[in-house]
């Protein structure tokens, strides 16, 4: 069965610094989907990027950037720059392919983000 | 665009009660659709998911139900609630086809007295 972890329970900062999220990821699959969701205290989740499992590049979009690594099951997200708007829980997710699309996500217990001001 | 709805936002019920909650998906036809429980811990958890009309997926057993009665219409039940069913209940979609990424609804804060 596959597994996620974020060793990270909360993380606080202060605003404008720099911080990395990890995730590493448990799966015997060679094909799996990686996902990062935002949950800021209204509770919807927010997709964030989604990774397949033959596409290593890394990802830059404005001040997120996530760092996919294979060879050590893990795909970290770093906030550059913090603000307080990034303040939010952030889980790390896993799927599988089994061709149909259908199935759902394995998530990790997620990181508890505060930018403090 | 797509857009994902959950009613009620909140919901209190006693214990033995009744439950119903629903998620509605616009703009797309055929999507996948999911039941999620974000317990206490924060945790995320898949109860259900559905590729069609009638066909429901569980992944945990339990004293809830889903139901698919039309398209894009996605319903959790349950006859009588436990104090363990309290929790956080998210709806999302997928395409069909291709497209993995699923998008989650506001949810349902369910309180369980």
């Known amino acids: 069965a596959q597994k996620v972890t974020q060793a990270q329970t909360e993380i606080s900062v202060v605003e404008k610094e720099d911080v990395t999220l990890d995730c590493v990821y448990e799966t015997r699959d060679t094909t799996y989907y990686l996902f990062w969701y935002k949950q800021p205290p209204s509770g919807e989740l927010v997709f964030l990027i989604r990774r397949n499992s033959f596409d290593e590049q890394n990802e830059i979009s404005g001040r997120y950037s996530w760092n996919f690594q294979k060879s050590t099951s893990s795909f970290n997200f770093t906030i550059t720059a913090s603000q307080v708007v990034d303040s939010a829980v952030y889980f790390c997710a896993l799927r599988l392919d089994s061709g149909g699309g259908a199935d759902g996500l394995t998530f990790g217990k997620g990181t508890h983000l505060i930018i403090q001001p | 665009s797509q857009t994902i709805h959950q009613w009620p936002a909140t919901l209190v019920q006693p214990v033995g009660s009744p439950l119903s909650l629903e998620c509605t998906v616009e703009g797309t036809s055929n999507p996948n659709l999911y039941w999620y429980r974000q317990a206490a811990g924060r945790g995320l958890q898949l109860l259900f998911y559905?590729?069609?009309?009638?066909?429901i997926s569980s992944e945990v057993p339990q004293n809830l139900s889903a139901s698919r009665p039309q398209d894009r219409q996605f319903i959790l039940s349950s006859k009588k609630l436990l104090l363990s069913d309290s929790g956080f209940y998210l709806c999302?979609?997928?395409?069909?086809?291709?497209?993995?990424?699923?998008?989650f609804g506001p949810g349902t804060r369910l309180t369980v007295l």
């Open positions: 999302a979609w997928s395409p069909g086809r291709d497209t993995d990424t699923q998008y």
């Open positions: 559905s590729v069609g009309i009638g066909q």
